[in-house]
């Protein structure tokens, strides 16, 4: 066990994700908001594409109120807007307004408000209809829905009134419903001409943003509908409602054998799209007399209020939009099946979640190489968001991205913190280390030995091939010369498809060589795991970085250090490379029975040496045995006795003539050939590294 939290940092992380995942245990609100604002920019970044469906606002707008007075309007102005709605054979209408007291332009109304009016008139006044008959007779004539509001005062309010009977299975839904005993309805004349009433509240969250919607209501243990959901049952011919429920919470709705996914909490999720004018018809159009009435026939029609000073606004990740049109884009997307799906299991998935994410960035890391730590810290916060958005873009699903993230990010600056303390105590001892060595060992030796032990510590050396894989098979060897200079080689598999490699020459020898060559390969790394396939930004990084550094040593008196690059990015699927050439000789392509092809290309110069210079990438297909050689001048320049080079037509010339069986059997007879063609010198120049990269698949594009 002592062993177990010996690990620097490790006992301190294992709390602090536990902290974490009892935070989101409890999700306060404060946290939560920021998890639905998370959902916010899924839908800012990917929005819902609006197509033309036949869902209609016919809005009281600023154009209606300025033709037609102030809001409210007479009920009977309201009947001819209906009638001529009714005119266009909707399949239904929906009236997103309460009319909860009688109308005070009614003619009954009018004698009782002019008290100096003539008895006979007022007399006459009184016995005529009030106006709500007229918009009770325009109600009969198209099938509509009447708004009901919820209220905490039994002031205003009405009670219970027979609905749309729904369909309970399973549990019961109430516990988990938002609930109210009271209910503001439209005056009785005007409910019995309709055909359905339904529930119109929009029930932001805590910020003041909706985002989600109540399917079902509780008013006085009554389930009421949504509006939108309601007219779609009436549309449907009478289509049945129904509620589904289980321990964990309300699973979905129906309307017509419709499933409509909630929350455990019987809340929809509307995908919402921006607010684009064709969804409105303006009030004052549909009253005059030239409008078409069949441009709302078969249409499913929401009647609201729209105009500069109505408050029935409702903010929205999509902006801000009218009420009405809330209810609108909801039916659109029950229409449509793009309602966004956050169901009640989902909890135990996101709790899951963040406990993985914190074990990862607790156990996987190799916090040893602080570098190495942040890249694959970095790739792993990129697969949280990365995994959350795309099951947002492909599946309509909200996952909790912010939760994983935060248990990555607690556990891995906990362990990141100890570890560099860590890494700094060792680093004090081994300073003392060394400084003993070098009063027993001469310095230039020890400098020698440092910078070898430096350039062969940071290779790789396990080499993918078969049997492990069978699409695969690589080979490098590194050959310091007595001056150890700056070559590397690097690969590393970014996923199971592709293969990153490199190889590198610094300008310089000894430990300066080679401590440049360990940052260079950090660098390139590190951007190579952000960037991926995109090696211009992954090498104009790496550039930039270099340029930096290369900037600093030259200020403190070093010598100006640059450094050659050729990377590349392999798809072990199709055989595509992408490389890039940053001012180093170009690798081979070998093909047996074939001349040898040179990879050349427009590349660039030297990282280090221009800075913002944009390096571009040049793709290249291999065929199925294929094998890519990468070198460092130390194999064309080679010195015989005679001082002669090897030289690069000698290697070409040498690749077109042997046969080889794997890639390193070929790196193995360039080295021998430069042996030989070598021998009898007295000391080797400079560093001799050699790569090869052998594709062995079929293409499977």
């Known amino acids: 066990m002592r062993d177990f939290f010996r690990v620097p940092g490790r006992g301190a992380a294992l709390v602090v994700l536990g902290l974490v995942v009892l935070l989101r245990a409890v999700n306060p609100t404060a946290l939560e908001t920021i998890t639905l604002r998370s959902f916010d920019v899924a839908q800012q970044l990917a929005p819902r594409a609006y197509h033309p469906l036949p869902v209609r606002?016919?809005?009281?707008?600023?154009?209606?109120?300025?033709?037609?007075?102030?809001?409210?309007?007479?009920?009977?102005?309201?009947?001819?807007?209906?009638?001529?709605?009714?005119?266009?054979?909707?399949?239904?209408?929906?009236?997103?307004?309460?009319?909860?007291?009688?109308?005070?332009?009614?003619?009954?109304?009018?004698?009782?408000?002019?008290?100096?009016?003539?008895?006979?008139?007022?007399?006459?006044?009184?016995?005529?209809?009030?106006?709500?008959v007229a918009l009770a007779?325009?109600?009969?004539?198209?099938?509509?829905?009447l708004a009901v509001g919820v209220s905490d005062k039994p002031e205003g309010a009405h009670g219970p009134s027979p609905v749309t009977i729904v369909r309970e299975s399973g549990g019961d839904p109430r516990p988990f419903l938002y609930s109210t005993r009271y209910a503001l309805r439209s005056l009785p004349e005007l409910i019995q001409a309709a055909r359905g009433q339904a529930v119109v509240m929009s029930n932001p969250d805590a910020d003041g943003i909706t985002r989600r919607v109540p399917l079902f209501v509780n008013i006085s243990s009554q389930l009421v509908p949504i509006l939108p959901l309601e007219m779609l049952g009436i549309a449907a011919g009478g289509g049945a409602l129904g509620i589904s429920t289980d321990a964990y919470g309300v699973e979905h709705g129906t309307v017509d054998g419709i499933v409509i996914p909630t929350d455990g909490r019987g809340r929809v999720y509307p995908y919402f799209s921006p607010s684009y004018e064709l969804r409105y018809i303006s009030a004052a159009d549909v009253l005059d007399k030239s409008f078409e009435p069949t441009t709302?026939?078969?249409?499913?029609?929401?009647?609201?209020?729209?105009?500069?000073?109505?408050?029935?606004?409702?903010?929205?990740?999509?902006?801000?939009?009218?009420?009405?049109?809330?209810?609108a884009q909801l039916a659109e997307c029950i229409i449509s099946g793009s309602l966004l799906r956050r169901p009640a299991r989902i909890y135990w998935i996101e709790l899951l979640l963040v406990l993985v994410a914190g074990?990862?960035?607790?156990?996987v890391l190799p916090y040893e190489k602080p570098r190495v730590a942040f890249a694959i810290f970095a790739a792993l916060i990129i697969v949280i968001i990365g995994g959350a958005f795309t099951a947002f873009v492909y599946f309509h699903l909200l996952v909790d991205a912010f939760y994983p993230a935060l248990a990555s990010i607690a556990g891995f600056g906990v362990m990141l913190s100890a570890n560099l303390r860590a890494a700094e105590a060792a680093e004090r001892r081994l300073t003392?280390?060394?400084?003993?060595?070098?009063?027993?060992?001469?310095?230039?030796?020890?400098?020698?030995?440092?910078?070898?032990?430096?350039?062969?510590?940071?290779?790789?050396?396990?080499?993918?091939?078969p049997p492990e894989r069978s699409d695969l098979n690589l080979y490098a060897l590194i050959e310091p010369a007595r001056m150890v200079g700056g070559d590397l080689y690097d690969f590393l598999l970014l996923d199971s498809n592709r293969l990153f490699f490199a190889i590198a020459d610094v300008s310089g020898k000894g430990v300066p060589a080679a401590l440049f060559m360990a940052m260079t390969k950090e660098v390139l790394r590190d951007?190579?795991?952000?960037?991926?396939?995109?090696?211009?930004?992954?090498?104009?990084?790496?550039?930039?970085?270099?340029?930096?550094?290369?900037?600093?040593?030259?200020?403190?008196?070093?010598?100006?250090?640059?450094?050659?690059?050729?990377?590349?990015?392999?798809?072990?699927?199709?055989?595509k490379i992408a490389y890039v050439n940053a001012g180093h000789d170009n690798p081979f392509v070998v093909r047996k029975g074939a001349l040898p092809i040179e990879l050349a290309g427009r590349g660039g110069p030297p990282l280090g040496t221009v800075d913002d210079f944009h390096y571009p990438v040049e793709l290249t297909r291999l065929e199925r045995g294929d094998l890519v050689l990468l070198y460092t001048d130390g194999v064309t320049e080679a010195e015989n006795p005679a001082d002669a080079f090897y030289s690069g037509a000698r290697l070409e010339s040498l690749l077109g003539a042997v046969?080889?069986?794997?890639?390193?059997?070929?790196?193995?007879?360039?080295?021998?050939?430069?042996?030989?063609?070598?021998?009898?010198?007295?000391?080797?120049?400079?560093?001799?590294?050699?790569?090869?990269?052998?594709?062995?698949?079929?293409?499977?594009?």
């Open 57 to 132: 606002i016919v809005s009281i707008d600023d154009k209606s109120l300025a033709k037609y007075g102030q809001w409210p309007w007479p009920r009977t102005l309201v009947a001819k807007l209906v009638e001529r709605i009714a005119e266009a054979h909707p399949l239904v209408l929906g009236v997103d307004v309460i009319f909860a007291e009688p109308d005070r332009t009614s003619p009954a109304k009018i004698a009782e408000a002019v008290p100096d009016l003539a008895a006979p008139l007022a007399q006459e006044l009184r016995k005529l209809p009030p106006n709500e």
């Open 137 to 145: 007779a325009a109600f009969k004539q198209v099938p509509t829905v």
């Open 296 to 327: 709302l026939h078969g249409n499913i029609v929401f009647l609201g209020l729209e105009g500069q000073g109505l408050i029935d606004e409702r903010q929205t990740p999509a902006g801000l939009m009218a009420g009405v049109e809330v209810h």
């Open 359 to 363: 074990l990862v960035a607790i156990f």
């Open 432 to 465: 003392l280390e060394l400084d003993k060595e070098r009063q027993i060992e001469a310095r230039l030796e020890g400098e020698l030995s440092a910078a070898r032990s430096i350039q062969m510590g940071l290779l790789p050396h396990n080499f993918p091939g």
């Open 527 to 575: 951007a190579v795991a952000r960037y991926g396939e995109a090696l211009d930004r992954a090498v104009s990084e790496a550039n930039a970085k270099i340029s930096a550094s290369t900037s600093e040593m030259t200020s403190v008196g070093g010598d100006m250090m640059f450094v050659t690059v050729f990377a590349g990015i392999l798809n072990l699927a199709s055989g």
């Open 659 to 701: 046969q080889f069986d794997d890639a390193k059997g070929l790196v193995q007879l360039v080295r021998d050939d430069v042996h030989q063609f070598a021998a009898g010198r007295a000391e080797q120049a400079d560093d001799i590294t050699l790569l090869a990269v052998q594709w062995m698949s079929e293409s499977r594009e």
